[in-house]
């Protein structure tokens, strides 16, 4: 049974225009981070959306979230990540939309395969929406593989007591 946590007003406004305005069934995304955490159950404290899509589900997103759009959508790399990356900022909660993610431990390592949320996809019905979550296994090992050992370890336990 997965835990009620309840996630900032603000940030539930968010959820549900992104809810609105990118049906399932035609964008392929979910949320990822604390807020797809702490939906499943685990007590994180919660800071922005984190949107994972595919690179047709980027752009997709970043037409239909237009007006909120305050970074564009482009190719991004950093030591830990690679992917097309742009930020919406919804009243005062900033969305950051991740496409066509690319994960490693560090610089010297190989980049491991885009993720594919469809893949790794929870739906959590609350607030009468259904909601697209990465799962908490498919998180702990993408945090392990991003070298994010405590957080991994932190999902490992929620799911060891039974939640997501």
Same mark, same amino acid.
């Given at each position: 049974?997965?835990?009620?946590?309840?996630?900032?007003?603000?940030?539930?406004?968010?959820?549900?225009?992104?809810?609105?305005?990118?049906?399932?069934?035609?964008?392929?995304?979910?949320?990822?981070?604390?807020? /797809?955490?702490?939906? +499943? =159950? &685990?007590?994180? #404290?919660?800071?922005?959306?984190?949107?994972?899509?595919?690179? #047709? %589900?980027? $752009?997709?997103?970043?037409?239909?979230?237009?007006?909120?759009?305050?970074?564009?959508?482009?190719?991004?790399?950093?030591?830990?990540?690679?992917?097309?990356?742009? &930020?919406? *900022?919804?009243?005062?909660?900033?969305?950051?939309?991740? %496409?066509?993610? +690319?994960?490693?431990? /560090?610089?010297?390592?190989? $980049? %491991?395969?885009?993720?594919?949320?469809?893949?790794?996809?929870?739906?959590?019905? *609350? @607030?009468?929406?259904?909601?697209?979550?990465?799962?908490?296994? @498919?998180?702990? =090992? #993408?945090?392990?593989?991003? =070298?994010?050992?405590?957080? #991994?370890?932190?999902?490992?336990?929620?799911?060891?007591?039974?939640? =997501?």
């Amino acid at each position: 049974m997965i835990r009620q946590l309840d996630i900032p007003e603000s940030h539930l406004r968010a959820l549900r225009l992104l809810c609105a305005r990118l049906p399932l069934d035609r964008v392929n995304w979910a949320l990822t981070g604390s807020v /797809g955490h702490r939906l +499943q =159950g &685990v007590d994180v #404290a919660v800071h922005d959306l984190d949107v994972q899509t595919d690179e #047709a %589900g980027a $752009w997709q997103a970043a037409r239909a979230m237009s007006e909120y759009v305050v970074k564009p959508v482009k190719e991004r790399e950093s030591e830990r990540i690679k992917s097309i990356f742009g &930020v919406l *900022r919804v009243d005062d909660v900033t969305v950051e939309l991740m %496409g066509r993610l +690319q994960k490693r431990p /560090g610089p010297d390592a190989p $980049w %491991g395969p885009a993720t594919d949320p469809h893949d790794h996809v929870v739906l959590v019905n *609350r @607030y009468g929406l259904q909601i697209p979550v990465l799962s908490l296994a @498919y998180e702990a =090992g #993408a945090y392990d593989a991003m =070298g994010r050992h405590d957080r #991994a370890a932190l999902l490992r336990a929620a799911l060891d007591e039974g939640h =997501g």
